[in-house]
């Protein structure tokens, strides 16, 4: 017997469209947890310091929770399917470094200098300005592939970014390194924060077009593919604007932020081994020529080979040695494996640098070991989600473009954990999140949304096909 179904009773069924779920609830309830944690850090110092809790913890908790809110809420609305761990993971860092920050605000030996003067308040201001820059990337930005349009645009403005500081009466000398420029009613600025981003676009932008003459090699050599003579051009370029820039503004770290963001890219567009060794190469050769001239370089190396003769001599009192090195490795020393606990360490004798270059060694002292490695492991998290997304994006821009913000942040990382460990040379860079400094916390929380939109795009399912109306309706023969 067959029977022929009523077409107004009919259920007919679309084709959804096919990803992955958007996960915001997962990032709201990791947001929570990214920020309950500073507040109960927040109160634990308190309690350390003043056997009381701080009367701000209220205001601080509410001011972190509502950046957290606000970026969550920009998230769900323009950016849904993006990366569900970014926004939590820089909310926790960030919030932990307020942490740290007001820790070394409540020293009577910093208190008692002459240049003191209140940062935690500061750096939550520049927090909330970084988060408003977060919800302008990610509504502004609808794709991040309009941004290849401006390749050789982005090459001008990063060189005019780290330019600036060298403008008289612009540029701003803090301590030897020429990085700063001043602005009144806003203090200093360091435009090279913000030049990593934008010379990242101009990186993806030039590599994707120029990858296939890159990766051809013109012989072999001690097992490397060994690139061609007249394919050498960008790395030297890139290589001499990093040499300018370490002579000029005596800014090592940028220099080798720059040139290494610039190989990693380089690398991961032509998978060609040569052009590591050929960039580890040059920047040693560029290191030590620049150290064997420039006292600001040469005083850094010093300070890496043998700390505790720098440390004496700065007690001497003779000009141009610094005792801050051998006070970081005291710090970690004195932390152990679980630190002595927030609020009561001595990592505030550093001085001046204490939350700013050196911030990590207040994390060492009073969260000891373990703790630092579970900071290490946050920053570990957001370099690996960035990489995801550069596996995931569907377009050869935004994978070079994830993998060199992602880079960037690493080396940056890197080379200041490095530093402050004496495992390298100072650097002068600061912490992405934890440490006191407008720009780089501004310019971190923009790179973290470029990621979010990147994310975004790679995760967004297909569209559903749209409705046939001229299909033929179906009979269901039943038995």
Known sequence: MSSTQNPSTQHTSTIGAIGAPSRRNTELALLVFAVVIPVFAYANVGLALDDEVPAGLLSYGLGLGLMAGVGHLAVRKFAPYADPLLLPLATLLNGIGLVAIWRLDQSERLQASRTFVEAAPRQLMYSALGVALFVAVLFFLKDHRALQRYTYISMAGALVLLLLPLVPGLGHNVFGAKIWIKIPGLGTLQPGEFAKIVLAVFFAGYLMVKRDALALASRRFMGLYLPRGRDLGPIIVVWIISILILVFETDLGTSLLFFGMFVIMLYVATERTSWIVFGLLMSAVGAVGVASFEPHVQQRVRAWLDPMKEYTLSREGIIGHSEQAMQALWAFGSGGTLGTGWGQGNSDLIGFAANSDFILATFGEEIGLAGVMALILLYALIVERGVRTALAARDPFGKLLAIGLSGAFALQVFVVAGGVMGLIPLTGMTMPFLAY??????????????????????????????ANPDAEMTQVVRP
């Open 437 to 466: 400094g407008g720009s780089s916390v501004i310019a971190n929380w923009a790179l973290i949304g470029i990621l979010l939109r990147i994310s975004d795009t790679a995760r967004r399912p297909a569209p559903a096909p749209a």
